[in-house]
C-alpha cells in the first residue's frame, strides 16, 4: 500500500479517462457521497433525518483538506492482491472498479471491511496493516488515528446503501456502527 499511495494523480475522486480524480477537493467528494448515500437510506425508511443532518455536519466539519490524494485501491481483500509465496513481494493487484484518489486513509477503512458491521475481518488485518504502514510512509499515527474513524463511517453508510439496493440484511448494524464511530470523530 504505500507503494501504491505514492501514486498521485490530480484531483480527488473517482479516476477520469487520463487517470485523475473527477472531483476538485476531498471534502467535497465525501460530503457529496455522504450525503447521496443517506439521502437514499433516508428516503427508503432506513435512517432519520436527524442521523442524516448529524452525520453530514460531521463529515462537514472533520474531513480534512488535503493538498494532493494518493491513488486508492479502494476493495483491497485477500482476493484482489496477489503475493508471490516465496518472496512474500506483491506481484499484481486486481479489481481497480473501487479506485479513487484519496487521502490514503481512506484505504483503511475500506480494507476487508465490505461485510456486515460485525464481521471480525477488518480488525483482524488493520492493526498489522498500519503497523507496517506508518513506519513505511512516516504518515502521522495520530492524524492517521484521528481520521480513521470518520472513513470508517462513510464506508459504513456506503456498505448501508449498497445493502439497500441490493436487498441485503445488514442496514441497522452498519448504521449503528457508522453513528458510533460519527460519535468518536
Known amino acids: 500500500m504505500a507503494r501504491l499511495h505514492q501514486v498521485q494523480p490530480r484531483g480527488f475522486g473517482p479516476l477520469d479517462a487520463a487517470g485523475h480524480g473527477t472531483c476538485g477537493s476531498w471534502p467535497a467528494w465525501v460530503l457529496q457521497t455522504a450525503r447521496g448515500y443517506l439521502d437514499a437510506l433516508v428516503e427508503a425508511g432506513h435512517a432519520t433525518d436527524a442521523f442524516r443532518t448529524m452525520a453530514i455536519k460531521v463529515f462537514e466539519e472533520a474531513t480534512p483538506v488535503i493538498d494532493r490524494g494518493s491513488l486508492v485501491h479502494g476493495d483491497l481483500t485477500g482476493c484482489e492482491t496477489f503475493v508471490d509465496p516465496d ?27 465490505g461485510g456486515p458491521a460485525d464481521c471480525p475481518a477488518p480488525g483482524m488485518v488493520l492493526p498489522t496493516l498500519l503497523d507496517c504502514y ?20 462513510h464506508n459504513a453508510i456506503f456498505n448501508a446503501d449498497w445493502c439497500r439496493r441490493e436487498g441485503v440484511p445488514w442496514i441497522d448494524g452498519l448504521l449503528t456502527a457508522a453513528d458510533a464511530w460519527l460519535r468518536t470523530v
Open 87 to 113: 518472496s512474500g513481494v506483491v506481484t499484481g493487484i486486481v479489481d481497480w472498479g473501487g479506485a479513487i484518489v484519496a487521502d490514503p486513509v481512506f484505504e483503511f477503512a475500506k480494507v476487508q471491511a
Open 134 to 153: 506508518v513506519p513505511e510512509t512516516g504518515i502521522d499515527r495520530a492524524r492517521l488515528d484521528r481520521t480513521l474513524p470518520l472513513y470508517q463511517a
